[in-house]
């Protein structure tokens, strides 16, 4: 699509680049940028020159950078640490993204993450293991170094297209804990059409320790996290999904229909890694 209001573009490469003019918008994949008009925008500010590394291996676990394409962090996982069990889920998820081999080139792990849509599969992603975003703020001036802040990934998006981000902020990263990834995952999705998007998506590990932990996306407006100190029984579980709050309805499903599969879908996983 032409975007006949955007007069310039420019390439951040230091955190100096980072500060917006009034107009401005960060670009990433710009998959969703290039898909519709976007009135309010005068000029790009493309991230892909501040040359981040894609994937880094950490003390701590696996840190994304937020620049990473979803293609990329696909191939991976093929050759992630063999401890890291929980890794399998990545190109589960990345087939829950309603797109095409172009899109999974292009598209990247942090655009999919801020635009924050109820389906989007690297939400589910990183939801489902903990990922905690690295968010740089505003310098107060062009000289100064941007302010970070930490916040989990599930509390970043706040709703079907909604986040805590403020004017001016960056998703810098994407850090999953070492712990997580070495968990037992796994991860399904359902959509009323074969090639769809997604109207629920559930996830469910077993960490080390023995605690749980299941997710629900796409089918809640915001993501669902249900924690348990061990792996719970079937009546609990399907309990806890189906009075999760969030359950919305749109023309690719109705709300008690995303809340009953999500129990269906919690069930088949919890047999599995039980």
């Not at 230091?14 to 401005?24: F, N, S």
């Not at 590394?53 to 991976?76: K, S």
């Not at 999500?262 to 088949?268: C, D, G, Q």
Request: net charge negative; with cysteine.
């Amino acid at each position: 699509m032409d975007i006949t209001t955007v007069r310039t573009y420019r390439v951040a490469r230091t955190p100096a680049d980072l500060v917006l003019a009034p107009g401005e918008v960060f670009l990433g994949g710009g998959t969703w940028l290039m898909s519709e008009p976007q009135p309010t925008t005068v000029a790009f500010v493309d991230l892909a020159g501040m040359g981040w590394p894609d994937v880094e291996i950490t003390p701590d676990g696996l840190r994304i950078a937020a620049t990473c394409p979803i293609a990329t962090l696909v191939a991976w996982a093929k050759v992630a640490p063999p401890q890291w069990t929980a890794t399998a889920i990545i190109p589960d998820a990345a087939h829950a993204l309603l797109a095409s081999f172009k899109i999974w080139n292009t598209a990247t792990v942090g655009g999919n993450v801020c635009r924050a849509f109820a389906a989007a599969a690297m939400v589910s992603l990183c939801v489902a293991l903990d990922g905690v975003a690295e968010i740089w703020s505003p310098a107060e001036s062009a000289e100064d170094e941007p302010v970070t802040r930490r916040m989990p990934v599930s509390q970043l998006v706040t709703g079907n297209g909604t986040t805590t981000l403020g004017p001016g902020e960056v998703l810098r990263a994407i850090e999953l804990p070492e712990q997580a990834l070495r968990s037992r995952a796994a991860l399904r999705k359902i959509a009323l059409a074969e090639h769809g998007r997604s109207g629920a998506v559930v996830t469910g590990r077993v960490d080390p320790d023995g605690a749980s932990v299941f997710t629900v996306t796409a089918a809640t407006a915001a993501p669902t996290v249900l924690r348990f100190v061990s792996t719970p029984g079937r009546e609990e579980l399907a309990d806890a999904v189906a009075s999760a709050s969030g359950y919305y309805s749109d023309p690719l499903g109705p709300a008690d229909w995303r809340r009953g599969v999500s129990v269906v879908l919690a069930e088949r996983i919890r047999e599995e890694l039980a």
